[in-house]
């Protein structure tokens, strides 16, 4: 669980270079179809965000459960990437799958973390 948040927060960072594309070329999302480029910002700071989550978690409650580890571990890499179909199409989160991934990854998330803090150390 740690690697993985290492990678989220590798990605995070790698994705303050859209940060700076987004400021100083904001022409060159605009020619890939982006059109809400605020979500880039949204996804950069989740995966720094969601890295550093699971790093911790990883860190505090190293014998976390298999089917907990992966609930938290798939929220936490899907939650971010969702603000991505809707840099291209804010109108994404009304559809059916997107709401759906969002629910279980949220789910994910939340459940995994709860589950952590019951089963982590006293």
Excluded: C
Excluded at 4 to 28: D, S, T
Excluded at 90 to 101: I, Q, S
């Amino acid at each position: 669980m740690i690697r993985i948040g290492l990678v989220e927060l590798a990605l995070g960072g790698l994705l303050g270079w859209a940060m700076v594309i987004r400021e100083e070329k904001p022409e060159w999302l605009r020619r890939i179809g982006v059109v809400a480029p605020q979500r880039v910002r949204q996804v950069h700071l989740d995966y720094v965000m969601m890295g550093l989550i699971l790093i911790g978690v990883g860190l505090a409650v190293p014998d976390l459960p298999t089917v907990v580890a992966v609930a938290l571990v798939f929220g936490t890499a899907i939650n971010p990437f969702l603000f991505v179909p809707l840099a291209f199409d804010p109108d994404a989160e009304r559809r059916a799958w997107y709401r759906l991934l969002a629910v279980v990854s949220f789910l994910g998330v939340s459940g995994g973390l709860v589950a952590a803090a019951i089963v982590g150390p006293s």
